[in-house]
């Protein structure tokens, strides 16, 4: 089956500013859309081209914006097998002219070779420096997309202050190519204001159940902010290693991302922390993983494991709901957790008291570790004055003796 022409396309085809965003709701067409675009473009080349296309990683890239190019190509009988070079992840057109696909957590890809057209597919999922590198390299034009489930750098350093931007809004109204039953199925949760204004009618707003909200980002750590802790959460084959640290300045918290990385044995994780300063600052991690703790400990690191119990995520969740937080700007993997993790909601659009077990929760589980034994500490400047001063003695404050 062929797709479509749709509004959502003749839409995007208009569009003729440097930047090109498409915000959306759901079914609004925006990446078949812009994929549609760029192949036609690419097959009326005169001069060989090239395009990239960019999302947050590889596996995201395989399921998402390579498995729609193929379907699209193969739709209209334009793919050739001869043409796709598998291991670089980029098709040669007749015309000369190539599309690559790479992910944004390719550093050497991203400040490397100039292009003529570019695509960040899901631009909220991909930091303001990747697109920096990006747009310096592009000559002719850029597409972003995006869910607008909360706001990013796109319109606190973009929308507005530029003049060569085009941003449009599509909704599921746009893609007359929608299926009825996937519109009836968009239609019926009309009663979730939450869910209805940001993949319903496209606007930015926040996805019901969230868990945490209205956390704030600086650009840098004050020099007054002292350092409290640092956490880890372990990961290895499936999931990243998390590791962070928590900062106190004036009456609130400051987190700061340090790691965010697969296949990191204790080993390397030991050399990491060890290499960051102050490395004797205490490290919270997952009490879970009772022998690798141990192990960290062995290479002089001052490791604690988190108290778990009945109850412990959401009290711990809790805690951190009633603390003033800020997130600097560069811990991109701290910020995309926060955006999306949320509490279960079954069926009925109720929302429950549990975390949604689909969302990555890696740092946020770290920060958890962390604020729940910072937290029990009475947080007054006079107090924090005289444990700085060494007045007090923090260790009598904690349930953990350990620390």
Same mark, same amino acid.
């Given at each position: 089956?062929?797709?479509?022409? &749709?509004?959502?396309?003749?839409?995007?085809?208009?569009?003729?500013?440097?930047?090109?965003?498409?915000?959306?709701?759901?079914?609004?067409?925006? &990446?078949?859309?812009?994929?549609?675009?760029?192949?036609?473009?690419?097959?009326?080349?005169?001069?060989?081209?090239? &395009?990239?296309?960019? /999302?947050? /990683?590889?596996?995201?890239?395989?399921?998402?914006?390579?498995?729609?190019?193929?379907?699209?190509?193969?739709?209209? *009988?334009?793919? +050739?097998?001869?043409?796709?070079?598998?291991?670089?992840?980029?098709?040669?057109?007749?015309?000369?002219?190539?599309?690559?696909?790479?992910?944004?957590?390719?550093?050497?890809?991203?400040?490397?070779?100039?292009?003529?057209?570019?695509?960040?597919?899901?631009?909220? @999922?991909?930091?303001?420096?990747?697109?920096?590198?990006?747009?310096?390299?592009?000559?002719?034009?850029?597409?972003?997309?995006?869910?607008?489930?909360?706001?990013?750098?796109?319109?606190?350093?973009?929308?507005?202050?530029?003049?060569?931007?085009?941003?449009?809004?599509?909704?599921?109204?746009?893609?007359?190519?929608?299926?009825?039953?996937?519109?009836?199925?968009?239609?019926?949760?009309?009663?979730?204001?939450?869910?209805?204004?940001?993949?319903?009618?496209?606007?930015?707003?926040?996805?019901?159940?969230?868990?945490?909200?209205?956390?704030?980002?600086?650009?840098?750590?004050?020099?007054?902010?002292?350092?409290?802790?640092?956490?880890?959460?372990?990961?290895?084959?499936?999931?990243?290693?998390?590791?962070?640290?928590?900062?106190?300045?004036?009456?609130?918290?400051?987190? @700061?991302?340090?790691?965010?990385?697969?296949?990191?044995?204790?080993?390397?994780?030991?050399?990491?922390? @060890?290499?960051?300063?102050?490395?004797? &600052?205490?490290?919270?991690?997952?009490?879970?993983?009772? +022998?690798?703790?141990?192990?960290?400990?062995?290479?002089?690191?001052?490791?604690?494991?988190?108290?778990?119990?009945?109850?412990?995520?959401?009290?711990?969740?809790?805690?951190?709901?009633?603390?003033?937080? /800020?997130?600097?700007?560069?811990?991109?993997?701290?910020?995309?957790?926060?955006? *999306?993790?949320?509490?279960?909601?079954?069926?009925?659009?109720?929302?429950?008291?549990?975390?949604?077990?689909?969302?990555?929760?890696?740092?946020?589980?770290?920060?958890? %570790?962390?604020?729940?034994?910072?937290?029990?500490?009475?947080?007054?400047?006079? %107090?924090?004055?005289?444990?700085?001063?060494?007045?007090? @003695?923090?260790?009598?404050?904690?349930?953990?003796?350990?620390?």
């Amino acid at each position: 089956m062929k797709f479509a022409e &749709t509004t959502a396309l003749r839409k995007i085809a208009r569009l003729n500013k440097k930047i090109r965003a498409i915000q959306g709701g759901t079914s609004a067409s925006k &990446t078949i859309s812009i994929l549609i675009y760029l192949i036609a473009r690419a097959q009326s080349d005169t001069e060989p081209t090239l &395009t990239s296309v960019i /999302s947050e /990683s590889v596996p995201h890239l395989k399921r998402g914006v390579i498995r729609d190019f193929k379907n699209i190509m193969e739709s209209h *009988n334009y793919w +050739k097998e001869g043409n796709w070079n598998a291991t670089d992840s980029i098709y040669t057109f007749e015309t000369g002219s190539k599309m690559e696909f790479f992910s944004a957590d390719q550093p050497d890809k991203l400040r490397g070779a100039r292009r003529d057209r570019c695509f960040i597919n899901e631009a909220n @999922n991909v930091h303001l420096d990747a697109f920096d590198q990006l747009e310096v390299r592009t000559k002719e034009f850029i597409f972003l997309d995006w869910n607008p489930t909360t706001e990013f750098w796109f319109y606190t350093e973009i929308a507005g202050k530029r003049s060569d931007v085009d941003h449009i809004i599509l909704t599921y109204k746009d893609n007359e190519a929608c299926p009825p039953e996937i519109v009836t199925s968009i239609e019926m949760r009309k009663n979730r204001p939450g869910w209805w204004k940001v993949y319903g009618e496209g606007q930015l707003g926040e996805v019901e159940g969230r868990i945490y909200t209205g956390w704030k980002t600086i650009d840098e750590i004050p020099h007054e902010a002292r350092l409290e802790r640092r956490w880890l959460d372990f990961g290895y084959t499936n999931d990243p290693s998390a590791i962070g640290e928590v900062y106190y300045y004036n009456g609130g918290w400051i987190l @700061n991302e340090n790691l965010y990385r697969k296949g990191m044995s204790n080993k390397q994780l030991a050399d990491f922390l @060890n290499s960051l300063p102050k490395a004797q &600052t205490t490290i919270v991690a997952d009490s879970a993983e009772p +022998k690798s703790i141990d192990e960290l400990r062995s290479y002089g690191l001052n490791v604690v494991g988190c108290e778990k119990g009945k109850d412990s995520v959401m009290n711990g969740i809790q805690l951190v709901q009633d603390q003033p937080i /800020s997130v600097t700007v560069n811990s991109y993997n701290i910020l995309k957790e926060y955006r *999306n993790y949320l509490f279960l909601v079954d069926k009925n659009g109720k929302i429950l008291n549990e975390e949604d077990p689909a969302c990555a929760n890696h740092h946020m589980s770290g920060i958890r %570790y962390a604020l729940s034994t910072l937290g029990r500490l009475k947080q007054t400047e006079d %107090y924090w004055d005289r444990i700085f001063h060494k007045e007090l @003695n923090p260790k009598q404050y904690y349930k953990n003796p350990a620390i």
